[in-house]
Each structure stands twice: as structure tokens, then as C-alpha cells.
């Protein structure tokens, strides 16, 4: 890594209980379930065993988000800080269903027809925000973020519209370091960490 050059690894949060059940949670507050707990733990120690080196965490105030930040700070000795940015889209009458309750709702594009839920526009005014921000503040730097998959896809488009378009997967880990004005992927919705708890 270039000593001017700002790297970030998104990491979507452990699992909770909407998870499990389908439910869509965006700015709703469900904190990890056990699952999730121990998916961090497994996070945690895969980071705590690779060379890359980090300065510190930044996350989305929302509990899951938090809680999922706290152990990997915990194992890694790095700071935590919130930033509202960071949170989920709000999804508005949507949060709390289940896809097939979605689909008889809204139907296939439900996506685009839930009146009160937030626009695309909104989240990568906020996330961008914080992205230019954090860059500036913190120049030569690796930073984890740790964040949600609604709005983790967003940012990937803008930063990386090449990128595969995958469905960011719960404690997913993936890098990004910025060369010559432009995001280079280093690392895109990498589970491997999560290996051991498949078997």
C-alpha cells in the first residue's frame, strides 16, 4: 500500500433474528443473534491472524452494526467510532415483512415501490459524504467500516461499478484501496472466515 493511499474494508454485520426470519430490517434496531455474535468472533480472529494492518473501526450507529464492530475492536485493540452515515437505508413500511409478504404487497419490483422508504439518491449523499471525509482526515490509512447490505451495494456501485453484483453476505469482508484517483477491489464479499462454522 502507498503511504498516501486510503484503503477501506466494508463488512456487512452479523446475522440477527430479522435475518434468520427473512425480515427486512433496514433502520429497525435488532441487535445479533447468537449466530451472529460468534460469525463476528469468526471475523475477528481471521483479521487478528492476517498481516494487513488497521488503524481503526468506523460504524453504523444501529445496535447489530455496533455490536459487530465492538468484538472485532475488542480482539483486534482498535478504536470504534459511530457515524450515523453508516446506517441502513431506511426501507419505511417495508421493514418487518418477509419477501413473500413484500411480494404480495408491492410485487417482483417492490424494491422501487414502497413509497416512504429512502431513495438511492439519499443513501450515496451520506455515504459519499463520509467516504470523501474519512479519506481526507485519514490519509494513508486502512480503515474497517462496518455497515449493511443495502447500503453497502450502493457504495460498491459508485466506488467500483465493475464489480461483480453479488448479495453482500453477513459478515462479508470487502477491500478497496484508492490508486491514482480511482478504487481498486483488493477483496469483494469474502466469507472464508466463515469456513469452520459450515462444517
Known sequence: MSRNNFTIG????GST?????GKIQG????PLND????QARQLASRLASEQRKWNGIVCSALARAVQTAEILAEKLGL???RDSRLRERHF????????EERLARWGENWRKLVPDQESDESVLARGMSFLREWEDNHPGEAW???????????????????LEDKYILNVSLTILEKQQHKWIPLLHNCTAHLADLAK
Open 10 to 13: 466494508w463488512i456487512r454485520h
Open 92 to 99: 419505511g413500511s417495508a421493514e418487518g415483512t418477509t419477501h
Open 79 to 81: 478504536p470504534v467510532i
Open 27 to 30: 433502520t429497525t434496531d435488532i
Open 144 to 162: 474497517l467500516a462496518v455497515s449493511h447490505g443495502s447500503f453497502i451495494t450502493r457504495m460498491l456501485d459508485a466506488m467500483a461499478p465493475h
Open 17 to 21: 433474528e430479522w435475518n434468520s426470519l
Open 35 to 38: 449466530e451472529g455474535i460468534l
